[in-house]
């Protein structure tokens, strides 16, 4: 290759990173103020539903209200983050800025009510969103559009559970399953850095889960790892049947009631009877922190620690979320996803005769694999999330724990995924 075309070529491929760069700064400076401003008002609602139990009596018409929304401004917003990765696959008319705003309110609105509904799901709208406004406005079609909205997935997913790396590899690992599109690395890295950090500078603290140290936590013993091994065959088949379940509640909806906006007031009344039939308001919400009226009730957190969760609370979670979800209240599954799995290790952890901590925390990344078909990016986040003991970071040993349990649930789980939209390798070909 003569001298000068190499120089030129080199040359290319630096305006084609500066420019991507600087767009990817740009999507994840305005994803992470937003994402900022939803876990700001986030916590204030949550508050607000403690503070006033009976909150949960509006649950139905919150949802409706929601779905009012939707259904009188949303368009194709309904279709939520699958909107996003059908435009990322094919190109068209792009995702509305609306949505952005579309899915903040209608998450605050179900978690006003105590609906079993998470975040990540809201900011990564709130991303793609944002991605495809300031798409549209700089005329970008083709895979440039496509790789701006994948900024906009890495900025939300980082931004919003302060893990930049897991959210650049699941903005590249969430669009088929078993393949990664290397292409937009370096803008979505750039994206998720920059929403996380603007996020940190806006005063959000994200939350650390602390493993309490085991026996050969440096090592692979083989006792452990096929204790390991058994309970991610576990942890993926209660992915399969979250994702079963919640698309059945959902077909079930969309067959017998005909009106779209009563779907959720059908599943807030479903959520009451719920609530009765356990008789606690542990599952309802997020579930990471306690109701400060109830300080022992089963959150996120003491599913870290021995009798922190009942044999059925991870059960509980998922019937609740899946009817949350199903039924049409909007908002995310991934945090209520962590709830069920760290619920699901301690139980497993007491059967095995394992490390709860340890267990609870492979548990909470490898359902969600399972569920997401994102292992990769799942073990990234097991790095991210987790601390050993007072501070220091996890040790190799249990990053390769994770690895196992994520690709073991991912396997085992099959092909049912939370995102209906995420293409197959066999779709990816023809």
């Known amino acids: 290759m003569p001298e000068r075309e190499l120089i030129s070529q080199i040359l290319g491929r630096l ?3 500066l420019h991507w760069s600087l767009l990817g700064t740009c999507v994840g400076g305005v994803v992470g103020a937003a994402v900022a401003l939803f876990l700001w008002s986030l916590d204030r609602v949550v508050d607000q539903f403690w503070q006033f139990p009976w909150l949960l009596w509006g649950l139905p018409l919150l949802g409706w209200l929601g779905a009012i929304l939707y259904t009188r401004f949303g368009g194709n917003s309904s279709k939520g983050t699958n909107l996003i990765l059908e435009q990322i696959h094919e190109p068209g008319g792009g995702v509305p800025l609306r949505m952005a705003l579309l899915i903040l309110l209608g998450t605050l609105l179900t978690h006003l009510g105590g609906g079993s509904a998470g975040r990540e799901g809201t900011a990564v709208q709130m991303g793609g969103g944002l991605a495809g406004g300031i798409a549209h406005g700089l005329r970008l079609r083709g895979q440039d559009l496509s790789r701006t909205l994948m900024t906009g997935i890495a900025a939300g997913f980082g931004a919003v559970f302060g893990t930049p790396l897991a959210g650049t590899i699941f903005a590249m690992e969430v669009l088929t399953q078993g393949q990664i ?6 803008p979505c890295l750039v994206a998720a850095c920059m929403g996380n950090h603007v996020v940190h500078s806006l005063g959000i603290i994200h939350t650390r889960h602390t493993i309490d140290p085991w026996a050969n936590e ?3 013993d083989a006792w452990l790892v096929a204790k390991v091994f058994l309970a991610s065959v576990v942890f993926g088949l209660a992915s399969l049947l979250f994702v079963r379940m919640t698309h059945g509640i959902q077909h079930l909806l969309e067959r017998t009631v005909r009106t779209p906006e009563l779907r ?4 807030g009344v479903t959520i009451w009877i719920l609530v009765w039939l356990v008789g606690s308001r542990d599952y309802l919400g997020l579930g990471v922190n306690p109701n400060p009226a109830d300080p022992g009730g089963v959150t996120l957190q003491s599913c870290f620690h021995a009798d922190g969760a009942t044999p059925l609370s991870w059960l ?6 899946a009817v949350t979800a199903g039924g049409g209240l909007r908002g995310g599954e991934v945090t209520p996803l ?3 799995g760290a ?11 394992a490390p709860v901590g340890l267990m609870a925390a492979l548990g909470f990344v490898a359902v969600f694999a399972g569920a997401s078909k994102t292992p990769l990016a799942c073990t990234v986040m097991a790095m991210e999330l987790f601390v050993l003991g007072q501070s220091n970071p996890p040790p190799a040993g249990f990053v390769l724990l994770a690895a196992l349990a994520c690709h073991v649930s991912w396997c085992i789980s099959g092909g049912d995924s939370i995102f209906s939209r995420q293409r ?5 070909r023809n």
């Open 343 to 353: 619920a699901l290790g301690n139980a497993t952890a007491g059967l095995l005769n």
């Open 218 to 220: 440096n090592g692979l």
């Open 264 to 267: 959720p007031v059908v599943a």
């Open 316 to 321: 509980w979670k998922l019937v609740f979320t």
């Open 15 to 17: 305006r084609w990173l």
């Open 181 to 186: 599109r290397h292409a937009a690395t370096v």
């Open 424 to 428: 197959t390798l066999a779709e990816t």
């Open 338 to 340: 962590f709830f069920m």
